[in-house]
C-alpha cells in the first residue's frame, strides 16, 4: 500500500483541505507540522477513519463537523463529512470515501445530529475507476485493521512498547504482522471443536446398540417358539375337527344312532344360521347407532334452538342482530322467546342481561337458517333410527329365542346318543362316541382359544420387533456418526498440535528477525561511547537494553530516548520483515507480508536534542513510506534539520482557534516545500 | 390452522370404537358424548387432553354440524355463537369430557355393548312423538 492523497470535507477543523504523499524512494517522508493543537491527531484520526470507521477522539463521533460550516448552515441542513484516502495497492489506485451527514437541529447547533455513514471504495487505473461491491471487507484485506496500530500510531507513548511488562504488546504486534492472531484464532476455535466432539462420544459411545440387537434376539427366540406353538395347535385344530368329523360319520352309519345323529345335525346346522343371523341384526343394529345414536340426547337441543331462532326470525331479529330494546323488553317482561322465566338473580336473567347487542349480523342468519332447516331431517332420522331399533332389537329377541330352543333340542338329542350302549362287542357304542366327541369339542375350544391367545402374543412380539428394528437403525446411524466424530476429533487434535507447534516456531522466527533488525539499528544509532548498549527483542518477547558486562550481557535500565529509539527501530523491523516477505514472495501459508506505510504523530516526545536527532535519521529507514506529525517545538532544529532532505512534501498546519467572535476553529493545510513533483510515478 | 381442540381419549373410545365398532370413529363417539353430556349435565370445563379434535372432522355431517351449533346456542344463550365454530367446538368439548366419563361407567364391561347401548338410546333418549309434537305445535 502506498499513500497518494488525503482529502477533508468538513472533518473538525477541516474545512476543505488535502495532502499529498511523498512518494519518491529518496524522499519517502511526508512531514506535516504545526502548532500544539492545530489538528495533527486529527489527521491521525482521518486515516483511521476511513480505512475502519474508527476514530479516539474523546467526544467519539460526536463532534466530527466542522463548526464554522454548521454554524452557517440553516435549521434543517446536512452537513456533510468526508474523507476521501486514494492509494496504489498492487497495481491498481483506490480511491476510499467515508462520509457522513450531520443534520442541524436548531440554531445554536454546532454538533448536528449525525445520520447514516456511507463508504466506498473505488479502483482503478487513475483515470477511470469502478466502485467495489463490499468496500469494508476489500479495505481489511489491503490493510488489516489489526494491523492499524502498527502503522498508524501516537508517537507519544511508542516508547511504552519498551518499557517492562509490555511484553505482551509486543507478542501481539509481533503475531498482528504475521497474521498470527488468525491462526490463533483458529487454533483456539479448533480446541473448541476437538473438545465439542470429545463431548459428543461420549453421548453416543454407549452400549445401546449390543443392548437393542440382544433384546431383538431374544424377541426373535420368543416369536419363533410361538410360531411353532401355533402351527402345532393349528394342527390339533384339524385333527379335532377331522376327529369330530368321523365321529359324526360313524354315528350316522350305526344303525341304532342313525336317525338321531342326522336330526342332531340339521338342529346344528339350523342353531348356526340362527347365530349367523343374530349377527347380522347386531350388525345393522350397530351401523345404525354409529351416526344417528346421538340424536337421542340431541336433539332436544335441536328443537329448542329451533324454536327460539325462528322466533327471532319472526320479529326481524336475526338480521340486524339482537337490540338492546329487544333485550330489555325481554327483561322487563320477565321470559325468554323460548319460555324460561327470567327472574332477576336467576343465571338466565343474568346471561340475558349480559348479551351483547349486536350491530350487525355477522352471517348469523345464514346459519340460523341452516340450523331450522336441518331439524326436520334429524326428527325423520331420529324417527327411523328408533323405529328400526325397535324393530332390530325385537327381530334380536326371537332369533334368541329361537337359538335357545335349538339349544334345547340339541341337547337332548346329544343326551339319547349318551344312553346308547353299543351292540357289538369290539366296537365303540354311540355313547362312547358321543362320549369322545363331547370331549374332544371341548379340546377343540380351548385349541382354538389358545390359537387366538398366541395369536395375540404374535402380533404383540412382531410389534415389539418392528419397533427396536428401528430403534437398531437410529442407533446404527448414531454409531456411523460416532466413527466419524472420533475421527474427526482425531483429525482436529493433530491439526491442533501441528498448528500450535508451527505458530510456535514462527512466532519464534519472527522474533528472532526482529530482534536481529533492531539489535543491528539500534546499536547504530543509539550507541554511547562508553557503554555498549544493545537492545533486543528475548525470547520472552521483552524489549529490553542489554549491556555487556565482562563475558555476560546484563538487562540495564533505558532511558525514555532509548526507549522511543528502541520501540520505533522494533516497528521499523516489523514492517522491514512484512516488506521482505512479500518480496521473497515466499510460499507463505499463514504470514504473506505486505508493504505497508507509516503514519506517526509526534514521535519526538520529550526527548532532548540528541535523540531527536537520532530519531530523525532513523525515520526514513523504518518503512518505504514515512508520515509524520510533528510539532513546531519538535520540528525546528535538530529534527527538521536531519528530516527535510529526506521529505517529499512539507506542510505547515494554519491553524485559527476561532478565539475571536464570529469565528471558529479553522486549520489550513499550507504546502511549504515539495522536493518533488507530487502524483510522479508510483514504484 | 383450522379451528380444533385437544381432548382425553380415554380407553371407552377404544373399545366402543376399535374393538366392537359401535362407532365408525372417533368423532362419532366424541359427538354422541357430547351429547349424552348435554343431555345429562355433565360438564368438564377446561378439560382439555393431548388428543385433537378438529372442527373440519365435525361439520363433516350436517347433523353433527346442526348439534354442534344447538348445544352451542342452548348453553350461551346467544345467536352469534351460530358462526363461532371454535367455541362451539370448545363447548362441544366439555360435554365430551363429560359424556364420555358417563359412557365409561355404564358399558366398559366385557363382551359387545352394541344392544346395550342401542337400549340405552331407546331408553334414555328423547321420545319422538311427544316432545315433536309439542315443540313443533310452539313453532306454527
Aim: negative net charge.
Amino acid at each position: 500500500m502506498e499513500l497518494e492523497r488525503l482529502e477533508l470535507q468538513n472533518f473538525r477543523q477541516f474545512r476543505d483541505s488535502s495532502l499529498e504523499f511523498s512518494r519518491d524512494d529518496d524522499h519517502n517522508v511526508t512531514i506535516i507540522h504545526g502548532d500544539n493543537g492545530s489538528g495533527k491527531t486529527t489527521l491521525l484520526n482521518a486515516f483511521t477513519w476511513v480505512l475502519y470507521g474508527d476514530v479516539n477522539f474523546e467526544t467519539g463521533i460526536d463532534q466530527l463537523a466542522n463548526e464554522g460550516v454548521m454554524a452557517a448552515a440553516s435549521v434543517g441542513d446536512s452537513v456533510e463529512v468526508s474523507v476521501t484516502l486514494t492509494f496504489y495497492h498492487e497495481g491498481d489506485h483506490y480511491r476510499a470515501t467515508r462520509s457522513l451527514p450531520y443534520r442541524k437541529e436548531h440554531p445554536e447547533d454546532l454538533l448536528g445530529e449525525p445520520g447514516d455513514t456511507t463508504t466506498s471504495l473505488e479502483y482503478g487505473d487513475g483515470r477511470t475507476y469502478e466502485s467495489v461491491n463490499n468496500p469494508e471487507t476489500r479495505l481489511e484485506q489491503i490493510i488489516p485493521e489489526r494491523l492499524s496500530s502498527l502503522f498508524f500510531f501516537d508517537g507519544e507513548d511508542i516508547n511504552e512498547l519498551a518499557e517492562t511488562e509490555n511484553e505482551d504488546r509486543i507478542k501481539e504486534a509481533i503475531r498482528n504482522i504475521m497474521g498470527l492472531t488468525v491462526l490463533e484464532r483458529s487454533i483456539r476455535h479448533l480446541d473448541e471443536v476437538s473438545r465439542r466432539f470429545r463431548a459428543e462420544l461420549k453421548d453416543t459411545g454407549s452400549d445401546q446398540l449390543s443392548d437393542l440387537i440382544n433384546r431383538e434376539d431374544k424377541i426373535e427366540a420368543q416369536l419363533e417358539q410361538k410360531r411353532e406353538q401355533l402351527t402345532t395347535r393349528q394342527g390339533r385344530e384339524d385333527d379335532l375337527e377331522q376327529r369330530i368329523d368321523k365321529i359324526g360319520e360313524e354315528l350316522e352309519n350305526l344303525d341304532e344312532s342313525h336317525d338321531i345323529e342326522e336330526d342332531l345335525q340339521a338342529a346344528e346346522r339350523q342353531r348356526e344360521e340362527l347365530v349367523e343371523k343374530r349377527n347380522e341384526v347386531e350388525d345393522e343394529i350397530r351401523s345404525s347407532l354409529t351416526k344417528d345414536g346421538v340424536l337421542g340426547f340431541a336433539l332436544p337441543a335441536i328443537r329448542e334452538t329451533t324454536a327460539d331462532l325462528n322466533e327471532l326470525q319472526e320479529n326481524d331479529l336475526l338480521e340486524t342482530g339482537v337490540s338492546q330494546e329487544f333485550l330489555d323488553k325481554l327483561l322487563e317482561r320477565e321470559r325468554c322467546i323460548c319460555g324460561r322465566p327470567l327472574d332477576e338473580g336467576s343465571t338466565y336473567h343474568e346471561r340475558v342481561a349480559s348479551m351483547e347487542p349486536a350491530v350487525e349480523g355477522d352471517g348469523i342468519s345464514e346459519h340460523a337458517v341452516q340450523t331450522m332447516s336441518r331439524l326436520e331431517i334429524a326428527e325423520t332420522y331420529y324417527e327411523t333410527l328408533r323405529t328400526g331399533l325397535d324393530d332390530l332389537l325385537s327381530q334380536r329377541r326371537e332369533l334368541n329365542a329361537k337359538i335357545d330352543d335349538q339349544t334345547e333340542r340339541i341337547d337332548e338329542l346329544e343326551a339319547n346318543l349318551a344312553s346308547l350302549e353299543s351292540p357289538e362287542l369290539g366296537q365303540q357304542s354311540p355313547a362312547e362316541l358321543q362320549q369322545e366327541r363331547e370331549r374332544r369339542r371341548e379340546e377343540l375350544k380351548n385349541t382354538v382359544k389358545d390359537i387366538g391367545r398366541i395369536e395375540d402374543k404374535i402380533d404383540e412380539l412382531e410389534q415389539e420387533a418392528m419397533e427396536i428394528e428401528t430403534e437398531i437403525g437410529s442407533a446404527r446411524e448414531e454409531k456411523a456418526e460416532a466413527e466419524l466424530i472420533r475421527r474427526r476429533w482425531k483429525a482436529s487434535v493433530e491439526t491442533w498440535d501441528n498448528l500450535e507447534s508451527s505458530f510456535t516456531k514462527l512466532q519464534q522466527t519472527v522474533r528472532q528477525l526482529a530482534n536481529k533488525t533492531v539489535s543491528e539499528r539500534f546499536d547504530s544509532i543509539a550507541h554511547k561511547d562508553e557503554e555498549d548498549l544493545h537492545a533486543v527483542i528475548t525470547e520472552e518477547f521483552k524489549l529490553e537494553g542489554r549491556k555487556r558486562v565482562g563475558d555476560q550481557d546484563e538487562q540495564v535500565e533505558m532511558s525514555r530516548g532509548e526507549r522511543q529509539i528502541a520501540s520505533l527501530t522494533f516497528i521499523g523491523s516489523l514492517v522491514s520483515i512484512a516488506r521482505e516477505r512479500h518480496q521473497e514472495n515466499a510460499d507463505a501459508k499463514y504470514f504473506s507480508g505486505g508493504i505497508y506505510p507509516i503514519v506517526m504523530d509526534s514521535p519526538f516526545g520529550a526527548l532532548d536534542n540528541q535523540h531527536r536527532r537520532q530519531i530523525s535519521r532513523e525515520i526514513p529507514k523504518l518503512a518505504q513510506q514515512v508520515v509524520v506529525f510533528a510539532t513546531d517545538a519538535q520540528w525546528n532544529g535538530p529534527v527538521a534539520e536531519e528530516l527535510e532532505p529526506r521529505a517529499g512534501v512539507q506542510y505547515r498546519l494554519d491553524f485559527d482557534d476561532g478565539e475571536q467572535a464570529g469565528t471558529h476553529p479553522e486549520t489550513d493545510l499550507v504546502m511549504e516545500h515539495e522536493q518533488v513533483a507530487s502524483g510522479g510515478a508510483s514504484s | 390452522v383450522s379451528d380444533r381442540i385437544t381432548y382425553e381419549r380415554p380407553q371407552i373410545y377404544e373399545r366402543l370404537v376399535k374393538e366392537h365398532d359401535v362407532f365408525d370413529s372417533y368423532v362419532d363417539l366424541f359427538v354422541f358424548a357430547a351429547a349424552v353430556g348435554f343431555r345429562k349435565d355433565l360438564k368438564r370445563p377446561n378439560a382439555g387432553g393431548d388428543k385433537e379434535m378438529l372442527w373440519a372432522n365435525v361439520r363433516y355431517t350436517e347433523i353433527y354440524e346442526t348439534i354442534a351449533a344447538s348445544i352451542a346456542y342452548q348453553e350461551t344463550g346467544d345467536p352469534e355463537i351460530l358462526s363461532d365454530e371454535q367455541r362451539q367446538l370448545e363447548i362441544m368439548g366439555e360435554y365430551a369430557a363429560g359424556g364420555i366419563e358417563f359412557l365409561a361407567d355404564h358399558f366398559d364391561g366385557t363382551g359387545d355393548p352394541t344392544v346395550d347401548l342401542a337400549e340405552f338410546i331407546l331408553e334414555e333418549g328423547t321420545q319422538v312423538q311427544a316432545d315433536a309434537e309439542s315443540v313443533i305445535g310452539d313453532v306454527i
